[in-house]
């Protein structure tokens, strides 16, 4: 049974065309909730990680919230420099430290 | 900013054969981990080390599969009697803490013929 699921399997966005990528979680004891950046043939890179419900983190045009079942990361007004492959990761109680991670979104943002 | 490296970046190997990727982690960091992309599917973990010792591994991580660090700066995998299924993208990662979040390298793509 996935752990971490993430929907769209892929979205092509119109460059300004703001959109949300979702991430759902069924794991328990979540102790901790990463979004990551992987371009073609790279290693993800990282942009946010989340705790606890209610909490939100920012950085340029993207946005990351957390609820008790599910992640958003919301791109505004994107740019075709945003095209990429957006991954969800979580740590839970009983994983230790290795992060389990979702098959992705694969971004296209068009100009 | 610190980075963590990899080399190589792409290693061919015939089956049956053993190889050894090397990683450098970010240097303040005690945690470091192995990951594998096979072409096409998701990021899966085989090993957490820490204190020079394993502290997690998964499934994959079979007698195959070893982790060392050998001096204060490199932490390699080696993998013994490749098979043509060991393809992939194989990542290395550090963290600060067990909890904090784990710094990616830019991987070493390895091709088993």
């Known amino acids: 049974e996935d752990q971490v699921t993430q929907s769209p399997e892929a979205l092509r966005l119109q460059e300004g065309e703001s959109s949300s990528l979702n991430c759902s979680y069924t794991v328990s004891g979540l102790r901790g909730l990463f979004w990551y950046r992987q371009d073609p043939g790279k290693g993800p890179e990282f942009l946010f990680t989340?705790?606890?419900a209610g909490e939100e983190k920012e950085k340029e045009r993207l946005k990351a919230t957390l609820t008790k079942k599910e992640s958003f990361l919301h791109i505004t007004a994107p740019k075709p420099e945003d095209s990429a492959t957006y991954l969800c990761a979580v740590r839970y109680s009983g994983g230790y430290q290795k992060v389990t991670f979702g098959t992705g979104t694969k971004l296209q943002v068009i100009p | 900013e610190p980075e963590v490296t990899q080399t190589p970046s792409h290693q061919v190997t015939q089956m049956g054969q053993e190889v050894i990727l090397r990683c450098v982690p970010i240097?303040?960091?005690?945690?470091f981990y192995w990951y594998r992309q096979i072409l096409g599917q998701k990021v899966e973990f085989l090993v957490s080390f820490y204190n020079n010792e394993i502290s997690e591994k998964s499934e994959i991580f079979d007698d195959q599969f070893s982790v060392e660090r050998p001096d204060g700066s490199n932490f390699t995998l080696k993998i013994r009697s490749t098979k043509l299924e060991d393809s992939a993208m194989y990542f290395c990662?550090?963290?600060?803490?067990?909890?904090?979040?784990?710094?990616f390298g830019p991987g070493t793509r390895l091709t088993v013929l």
């Open positions: 990662a550090s963290s600060v803490g067990p909890n904090n979040e784990q710094f």
């Open positions: 989340l705790y606890s």
């Open positions: 240097s303040n960091h005690l945690y």
